[in-house]
């Protein structure tokens, strides 16, 4: 899989994962969470730290139509806050990000392509190379759901350039000329919000020897942190973490329920943009389904393949 990511405290720990669970041919930053330098910062970091051969290769800095918004408020300034990290020590591969993933996937069919970020790079990609959907596998991103986190109806990474969702969701619509015969996997906030690091899944992480782990205690400290300061409702024992059900919904699918349905992405709403439209109704005239929309998870079966993938990493750094 190629990881398109705006690391983010929770893209971090879906890169940690993949690199135990999957074969990661590259990695691709966008623009996200904080701005794109200091994304391509943290995802070196992140190699690093993980000790894996991937090459990092940077990509969009701005969204396709849209402005640039950030989650500073969330993932700090740094977009990795609650760690002293240590410096990357291997060097970027290329400022490419997008002609990389069209490359890649020419070259080897049957990639998935694991967006947990803006779909501005996937979109490009899509956009320049229309063939390029034909060759992969299939779309597993993060973002979407039936509600929103940054507006009441908009998830943040599809909030923050929803005419890239729109591209990537409109190419896996039967309804849409030369439309994808790959798959489309969402796990948005329905089902992340089911899977949070909760003190006792921090504690379970702080006991893991080693420096990744002592690194990340302290980011689910901060992030976590960040989530209770924001919510009131008692629903929420620690941040979702998000990202890595990304990567789960490939590499192990066993432990999600999901069901097919029909998704389209708002565009130009003031109240409504980046909303995912989910066709719930039973009507025979509905759309076909376009999308898998992942809706539970065994949260604890989840964990441990974390806590596994921490454990297998072998630092360069």
């Given at each position: 899989?190629?990881?398109?990511c705006?690391p983010?405290?929770?893209?971090?720990?879906?890169?940690?994962?993949?690199?135990?669970?999957?074969?990661?041919?590259?990695?691709v930053?966008?623009?996200?969470?904080?701005?794109?330098?200091?994304?391509?910062?943290?995802?070196?970091?992140?190699r690093?730290?993980?000790?894996?051969?991937?090459?990092?290769?940077?990509?969009?800095?701005?969204?396709?139509?849209?402005?640039?918004?950030?989650?500073?408020?969330?993932?700090?300034?740094?977009?990795?806050?609650?760690?002293?990290?240590?410096?990357?020590?291997?060097?970027?591969?290329?400022?490419?990000?997008?002609?990389?993933?069209i490359?890649?996937?020419?070259?080897?069919?049957?990639?998935?392509?694991?967006p947990?970020?803006?779909l501005?790079?996937?979109?490009?990609?899509?956009?320049?190379?229309?063939?390029?959907?034909?060759?992969i596998?299939?779309?597993?991103?993060?973002g979407?759901g039936?509600?929103?986190?940054r507006?009441a109806?908009?998830?943040?990474?599809?909030?923050?350039?929803?005419?890239?969702?729109?591209?990537?969701?409109?190419?896996?619509?039967?309804s849409?000329p030369?439309?994808?015969?790959?798959?489309?996997?969402?796990?948005g906030?329905?089902?992340?919000?089911?899977?949070?690091?909760?003190?006792?899944?921090?504690?379970?992480?702080?006991?893991?020897?080693?420096?990744?782990?002592e690194?990340?205690?302290?980011?689910?400290?901060?992030?976590?942190?960040?989530?209770?300061?924001?919510?009131?409702?008692?629903?929420?024992?620690?941040?979702?973490?998000?990202?890595?059900?990304?990567?789960?919904?490939?590499?192990?699918?066993?432990?999600?329920?999901?069901?097919?349905?029909?998704?389209?992405?708002?565009?130009?709403?003031?109240?409504?943009?980046?909303?995912?439209?989910?066709?719930?109704?039973?009507?025979?005239?509905r759309?076909?389904?376009?999308?898998?929309?992942?809706?539970?998870v065994?949260?604890?079966?989840?964990?441990?393949?974390i806590?596994?993938?921490?454990?297998?990493?072998?630092?360069?750094?």
């Amino acid at each position: 899989m190629i990881i398109d990511c705006d690391p983010g405290h929770d893209d971090a720990v879906a890169i940690i994962t993949a690199a135990h669970i999957a074969d990661i041919v590259g990695i691709v930053t966008v623009g996200g969470n904080v701005d794109i330098d200091l994304t391509t910062h943290n995802a070196l970091v992140m190699r690093d730290l993980v000790g894996i051969e991937a090459p990092v290769h940077q990509g969009s800095r701005h969204p396709i139509v849209a402005k640039p918004r950030h989650a500073a408020a969330i993932h700090g300034v740094s977009g990795l806050d609650g760690a002293n990290l240590p410096s990357p020590i291997t060097p970027l591969d290329g400022t490419d990000g997008v002609e990389f993933i069209i490359e890649t996937c020419r070259s080897e069919e049957g990639l998935w392509l694991v967006p947990t970020g803006p779909l501005t790079n996937i979109g490009m990609a899509f956009r320049l190379a229309p063939d390029l959907a034909e060759r992969i596998a299939g779309v597993s991103l993060m973002g979407g759901g039936s509600f929103g986190n940054r507006s009441a109806v908009a998830e943040f990474n599809l909030w923050a350039d929803p005419h890239a969702a729109s591209i990537v969701f409109d190419t896996y619509d039967s309804s849409t000329p030369g439309s994808a015969a790959g798959r489309l996997i969402m796990a948005g906030l329905d089902v992340t919000h089911r899977f949070q690091v909760t003190p006792e899944r921090i504690e379970r992480t702080r006991a893991i020897p080693g420096r990744l782990a002592e690194i990340l205690a302290g980011l689910f400290d901060f992030f976590s942190g960040t989530y209770l300061s924001r919510h009131n409702d008692g629903a929420m024992r620690g941040a979702a973490l998000h990202d890595p059900l990304a990567v789960l919904a490939v590499a192990r699918p066993e432990l999600f329920e999901r069901n097919d349905r029909h998704v389209v992405v708002e565009t130009v709403g003031e109240h409504t943009a980046g909303m995912t439209v989910i066709d719930e109704r039973r009507l025979l005239e509905r759309a076909a389904p376009n999308c898998e929309v992942l809706v539970d998870v065994d949260a604890d079966a989840a964990f441990d393949v974390i806590l596994a993938a921490i454990r297998a990493s072998t630092p360069r750094i």
